[in-house]
């Protein structure tokens, strides 16, 4: 039988193999003992990916040629390949479109402040919530993302920061945020690991603070209850964007199956558990969500459900592709913020960084 022609080849879209950032401490042992090699090797190769930042086989010189080329094939396939990176806001902000095995595209940003560094990540390709003044929503799901490719996109920001790609020097990747492509509690599994991943000190994972890691959602709530029995101490934050359901039905579609009422009672759920303040995303649009009635009502539901442990995040609304909307002017969202905040309520207008380069918040379309 001849071969099949080239063109009959292309590769299935899904899942990367295996990768040693998908596997617990004892699973990489366990990995490098099947292939022969003694279980200190994961350790090696633990140190060089999540302590060094690296996937250079040529700079693991501690590991023999012939085991180092066995493992890194084994246990390091390539995961992404930065097609480009694209700036804004004077070289602070970098947005990075990656490629996956598969094709698959997605987006990360990484943002420096005076005090910190936050890389924005996607838990999926796409996403399948369908907000309609959201670019990634408007583009549907293509696939989750794998643990490895999670964390790979953390990896990658971290080794950006400390070679000090950004300007500034050299620097610390101090904060993460599922707040790029997909919605994180949709990808639930995968989401946990890499958490796990980023969080536990190296060389198991990457280091950094739980409480410095913010997991964002739509309001799943079965899942935010779940998320909750995790003991974790990540940030909570829940995309609300109205206080009502008859709106949020349209702004957030996913509401037609968990009302917000019981978003908000999963959400203080997890306050209680963490003892941490919940972040209430709410983006702001001219004429559809931001009315003084409306801030008014926003601050007396966030009180009644949480009390002191909410935190308002209000977003003034980024330009998608083909929207209609846009933000609301200044003064009106100055009255929102007062409003909100007279319930006893905090609440901050967040910085938006890098719209020019469509980096900003629901601006991720990820085209090649
Ligand atoms: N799916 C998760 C994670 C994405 S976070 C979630 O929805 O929470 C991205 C945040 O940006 C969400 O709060 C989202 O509602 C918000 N957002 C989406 N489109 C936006 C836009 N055009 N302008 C401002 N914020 C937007």
Same mark, same amino acid.
């Given at each position: 039988?001849?071969?099949?022609?080239?063109?009959?080849?292309?590769?299935?879209?899904?899942?990367?193999?295996?990768?040693?950032?998908?596997?617990?401490?004892?699973?990489?042992?366990?990995?490098?003992?099947?292939?022969?090699?003694?279980?200190?090797?994961?350790?090696?190769?633990?140190?060089?990916?999540?302590?060094?930042?690296?996937? $250079?086989?040529?700079?693991?010189?501690?590991?023999?040629?012939?085991?180092?080329?066995?493992?890194?094939?084994?246990?390091?396939?390539?995961?992404?390949?930065?097609?480009?990176?694209?700036?804004? $806001?004077?070289?602070?902000?970098?947005?990075?479109?990656?490629?996956?095995?598969?094709?698959?595209?997605?987006?990360?940003?990484?943002?420096?402040?005076?005090?910190?560094?936050?890389? &924005?990540?996607?838990?999926?390709?796409?996403c399948g919530m369908a907000c309609p003044f959201c670019?990634t929503g408007q583009?549907?799901?293509?696939?989750?993302?794998?643990?490895?490719?999670?964390?790979?996109?953390?990896?990658?920001?971290?080794?950006?920061?400390?070679?000090?790609?950004?300007?500034?020097?050299?620097?610390?990747?101090?904060?993460?945020?599922?707040?790029?492509?997909?919605e994180?509690l949709a990808?639930?599994?995968?989401?946990?690991?890499?958490?796990?991943?980023? &969080?536990?000190?190296?060389?198991?994972?990457?280091?950094?603070?739980?409480?410095?890691?913010?997991?964002s959602t739509v309001g799943l709530v079965?899942a935010i209850?779940?998320?909750?029995?995790?003991?974790?101490?990540?940030?909570?934050a829940v995309s609300l964007h109205t206080p009502d359901d008859e709106l949020r039905d349209t702004l957030v579609p996913v509401n037609t199956r968990w009302k917000v009422a019981e978003v908000m009672?999963a959400a203080?759920?997890?306050?209680?558990?963490?003892?941490?303040?919940?972040?209430i995303e709410y983006a702001l649009i001219?004429?559809i969500n931001?009315?003084?009635?409306?801030?008014?009502?926003l601050?007396?539901?966030?009180?009644?459900?949480?009390?002191?442990?909410?935190?308002?995040?209000?977003i003034?609304l980024?330009?998608?592709?083909?929207?209609?909307w846009?933000?609301?002017?200044?003064?009106?969202?100055?009255?929102?913020?007062?409003?909100?905040?007279?319930?006893?309520?905090?609440?901050?207008?967040?910085?938006?960084?890098?719209?020019?380069?469509?980096?900003?918040c629901g601006?991720?379309?990820?085209?090649?």
């Amino acid at each position: 039988m001849t071969a099949l022609p080239l063109v009959f080849d292309a590769p299935k879209r899904g899942l990367p193999p295996r990768h040693l950032a998908d596997l617990t401490a004892e699973q990489r042992r366990e990995a490098v003992a099947s292939l022969g090699e003694q279980p200190f090797r994961a350790n090696q190769l633990s140190n060089h990916y999540f302590g060094r930042l690296t996937v $250079d086989p040529d700079a693991m010189t501690d590991i023999p040629a012939a085991a180092r080329e066995k493992l890194v094939g084994d246990l390091m396939p390539p995961l992404w390949t930065e097609v480009r990176s694209v700036e804004a $806001d004077a070289g602070t902000t970098r947005k990075t479109l990656l490629r996956a095995h598969d094709g698959t595209l997605v987006e990360s940003v990484l943002m420096r402040y005076p005090d910190r560094a936050t890389l &924005c990540i996607s838990s999926q390709a796409g996403c399948g919530m369908a907000c309609p003044f959201c670019a990634t929503g408007q583009g549907g799901l293509q696939r989750n993302l794998s643990t490895a490719e999670i964390v790979d996109q953390v990896r990658r920001g971290a080794a950006a920061m400390r070679d000090g790609l950004l300007p500034g020097g050299p620097g610390r990747l101090s904060n993460i945020v599922f707040m790029g492509m997909g919605e994180p509690l949709a990808n639930y599994k995968r989401v946990i690991e890499a958490v796990h991943r980023i &969080c536990d000190p190296a060389p198991a994972g990457l280091g950094i603070s739980q409480r410095s890691v913010t997991v964002s959602t739509v309001g799943l709530v079965p899942a935010i209850r779940k998320l909750t029995e995790e003991n974790l101490q990540v940030r909570l934050a829940v995309s609300l964007h109205t206080p009502d359901d008859e709106l949020r039905d349209t702004l957030v579609p996913v509401n037609t199956r968990w009302k917000v009422a019981e978003v908000m009672e999963a959400a203080r759920g997890y306050a209680d558990r963490t003892g941490r303040r919940v972040s209430i995303e709410y983006a702001l649009i001219r004429d559809i969500n931001d009315q003084g009635w409306r801030a008014d009502m926003l601050g007396k539901l966030l009180r009644r459900h949480l009390g002191p442990l909410v935190h308002v995040n209000l977003i003034p609304l980024n330009p998608t592709p083909g929207s209609k909307w846009d933000a609301s002017p200044k003064p009106v969202e100055r009255e929102f913020v007062r409003r909100v905040k007279e319930q006893g309520v905090e609440c901050t207008v967040r910085d938006t960084r890098g719209q020019e380069i469509a980096a900003a918040c629901g601006q991720l379309a990820a085209e090649g």
